[in-house]
């Protein structure tokens, strides 16, 4: 049984257009994340959802805005993708936010890399 | 500004033997520490993790080591195997705060 898992885990795309990367967990967690891997290998957050709720959103540009349907899935739409949005991205999720310990451990889906031409 | 650093982008020990990779941090803030492991094409697992309360945890073959004055924290793994071959990502966070990751050390664990 796959954890956390995304969708797709490859995107080739042109500039200029809208896309989603979906992300589901079936642990029961409450939290879930999006991270963004660059170039240069930096795993960054850029947003957190706890009960479908956001806690954490990075400074990102408003093209990217995650929907938490439900606990166990949070979904990333990006608008109008530009070059510099190739990267990888990972979706996460942890078991509560803010409890300490285990809530710091998050479990991660396999990643989608996405390319921008 | 990066406040979670790997500074050794690679490392490679002889299976068997000891593999210690290492992590600064600038924050003082910080009162949890995590290392994942990373395989390619797959996304980080968790591996072990340390409060700022404690200087020692150890887990089987992994052991992390944290030196608050110095604001390090190191992990060992002992006898290395090749499976450990892997890139390893220090993490910390501030009092429930987001996790900062660093860049991460390739370890290659040849026989």
């Known amino acids: 049984d796959t954890a956390v898992s995304q969708t797709p885990k490859y995107l080739v795309t042109q500039m200029g257009n809208d896309k989603s990367i979906k992300c589901e967990q079936n642990?029961?967690?409450?939290?879930m994340y999006w991270y963004k891997q660059d170039s240069k290998k930096f795993l960054k957050i850029m947003f957190s959802?706890?009960?479908?709720?956001l806690i954490i959103n990075e400074t990102v540009p408003n093209r990217f805005s995650p929907k938490s349907p439900d606990k166990a899935h949070l979904n990333l739409h990006i608008n109008s993708l530009e070059l510099g949005d190739s990267a990888v991205y990972f979706c996460a999720s942890s078991q509560d936010w803010g409890g300490g310990g285990r809530s710091y451990e998050q479990y991660f889906g396999p990643g989608t890399r996405l390319t921008v031409t | 500004d990066q406040q979670v650093k790997q500074n050794s982008p690679s490392l490679s020990v002889q299976e068997g033997r000891i593999s210690i990779l290492n992590c600064d941090y600038t924050?003082?803030?910080?009162?949890?520490f995590l290392w994942y492991k990373k395989y390619p094409a797959e996304g980080p697992t968790f591996l072990i993790s340390?409060?700022?309360?404690?200087d020692k945890n150890e887990d089987g073959r992994f052991t992390v080591f944290l030196n608050k004055s110095a604001k390090h924290l190191s992990l060992h793994i002992v006898p290395s195997q090749p499976g450990d071959s892997a890139v390893y990502f220090c993490?910390?966070?501030?009092?429930?705060?987001?996790?900062?990751f660093g860049t991460g050390t390739r370890l290659q664990v040849f026989p």
């Open positions: 993490a910390a966070s501030a009092s429930a705060d987001k996790l900062i």
């Open positions: 642990l029961g967690h409450d939290t």
């Open positions: 924050n003082s803030m910080f009162d949890y």
């Open positions: 340390i409060s700022s309360i404690k």
């Open positions: 959802y706890n009960n479908k709720e």
